[in-house]
């Protein structure tokens, strides 16, 4: 049972550079520029994909898509529950890396 919780805070509360990171060569190329987050966008393959810091959210100033975790797997070829199944258990690491840190 996925709550709407749960996927609140897979889409907000894990960073997509978490999630880019954890996919390893299996995500897409992605890289720091002038303080912003992109990676090259699945809709359009341009590196424009650009995740705004404040809600998570990846716009992509190329073709005009946004993405979130969930999208962003879906993307991959995952199905919606893989996608969940695969990206809740790195929300359960990243926030207890946080919970430590502070
Ligand atoms: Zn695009």
Sequence with gaps: MISDE??????????MRV????LGRQ???A???????????????ELRATVNPRNNLAHCFSCGQNF??????MSLGYDFLA?????????QTHQEHRT???
């Design 68 to 73: 979130n975790n969930i999208d962003l797997l």
């Design 31 to 45: 890289k720091q520029v002038e303080g912003y987050y992109r990676f090259l966008c699945p809709g359009c393959g």
């Design 83 to 91: 996608a969940v199944e695969c990206l809740e258990p790195w929300l």
């Design 19 to 22: 999630t880019i990171r954890r």
């Design 6 to 15: 749960l996927l609140r805070a897979i889409r907000n509360d894990l960073p």
């Design 100 to 102: 430590r840190q502070e």
């Design 27 to 29: 995500g897409p190329p």
